[in-house]
């Protein structure tokens, strides 16, 4: 579905369907009254609601127009960028309405937005650590275009062992998690999101002694799956006796654990698993987008190529296809070289530096996007229960 194809798919909110009922009740209680007016003037609060309603479904229908970027380092930037706007819009009305969300039903569903924003923060401390599994593969690659590099000699035995050494490690460290259950595996020696001064020592000792984010029976799966655990459309009594307030809340749980889902979907991290049961009713207006982009995303996790994949990055899918071309073409070489050999084994490397390029860019900015998810969620918590 094209992107421009959402504006007349909106849905409509829980809110504008509360006003239906209250016209309803409103004609019912007044009989044949003559004073009595079918029309219900949207309060302040309501347009408020609504038009929060609205901007996540335009950013959901944005992510959808580059859909063609769907799982690079770019797209889910955009994406952690629209859950940091729909964060801040959702701060601002915790914070105006305070009165009303320290009172039942309000206290609840706020508390447990709150305990599900936790859960959230050790996806986040373990997507670091496969942040910092790609640097490795990087490094990897990098020897192997460092071996390669023929601009100013020809090519030897030498050059395409370590070549090779290379690139085996680099499909070793490639396999999935549970095809590869390795114990010095860099997902359990990571640096947390927490303010350590990092210092120049960089041995694997003290690396260890920094607080690890996520313990080594932590699994992506089951903590998804606990994010969404009981995840359910607000109650039309609880909607009504909020003023409407039941919405957001669950819309904002609804983004936090797409977001989640799709930084676990894309990023190598302890015992992935996409099986959780996301589905958003479609009479909301951001309904149709995305579960349009989960459906894609979905589809793609079931390509046979990406089936045993150790994430659906679109830059992981490059670096393996580009180091297992390359590794297949060394194996085919005989010495001495012939020109046309030559040839192919320049173009493979120039393949190969444009990933560790593209790799090299976005990781960085994707990482500091990561950590801003991340403290910003611990803000919004602190703020919120602070002014509660």
Not at 29 to 54: I, K, T
Not at 109 to 119: G, N, P
Not at 181 to 187: E, F, I, R, V
Not at 281 to 288: D, E, M, T
């Amino acid at each position: 579905m094209p992107a421009t194809d959402f504006q007349g798919s909106f849905g409509r909110s829980l809110l504008s369907l509360r006003r239906d009922q209250v016209d309803s009740s409103s004609s019912s209680s007044a009989g044949n009254s003559s004073h009595h007016h079918n029309h219900h003037e949207p309060s302040n609060m309501e347009v408020e609601l609504d038009s929060f309603q609205r901007q996540v479904a335009e950013k959901f229908i944005d992510l959808n127009a580059s859909a063609n970027d769907l799982l690079s380092l770019e797209w889910i930037g955009k994406l952690l960028d629209s859950f940091l706007c729909c964060q801040e819009e959702f701060r601002a009305i915790v914070f105006n309405h305070r009165s009303q969300i320290s009172k039942s039903p309000m206290d609840r569903l706020i508390s447990d937005y709150f305990e599900r924003s936790i859960k959230a923060l050790d996806v986040c401390n373990a997507i670091r650590d496969g942040i910092e599994q790609i640097r490795q593969w990087e490094k990897l690659a990098d020897i192997a275009i460092s071996a390669l590099d023929s601009q100013h000699r020809s090519i030897g035995e030498g050059q395409l062992r370590r070549a090779k050494k290379a690139l085996v490690d680099l499909a070793i460290g490639m396999l999935d998690e549970k095809d590869h259950p390795s114990g010095t595996n860099l997902a359990h020696r990571n640096r947390s999101f927490g303010r350590v001064k990092e210092s120049h020592h960089r041995s694997i000792g003290h690396f260890r002694s920094l607080s690890w984010s996520v313990s080594r029976s932590w699994s992506a799966s089951k903590q998804l799956q606990a994010l969404a655990n009981n995840l359910a459309t607000p109650r039309p009594n609880d909607v009504a006796a909020s003023n409407g307030l039941a919405v957001p809340v669950y819309t904002m749980t609804s983004v936090l654990l797409f977001v989640m889902w799709v930084l676990v979907a894309a990023i190598p991290c302890q015992d992935r698993g996409l099986q959780v049961n996301y589905f958003v009713p479609r009479h909301f207006q951001w309904a149709a987008p995305v579960m349009s982009l989960h459906d894609k995303i979905v589809e793609e996790s079931k390509r046979r190529d990406r089936k045993n994949s150790c994430g659906l990055l679109k830059e992981i899918d490059r670096i393996e296809k580009s180091s297992r071309l390359m590794n297949e073409l060394i194996d085919s070489i005989h010495f001495p070289m012939n020109d046309h050999k030559e040839a192919e084994v320049k173009q493979r490397v120039n393949e190969l530096v444009q990933v560790r390029e593209a790799l090299r860019n976005g990781l960085d900015p994707f990482e500091r996007k990561v950590r801003e998810v991340f403290h910003r969620i611990v803000r919004s918590r602190t703020e919120s229960l602070d002014s509660l």
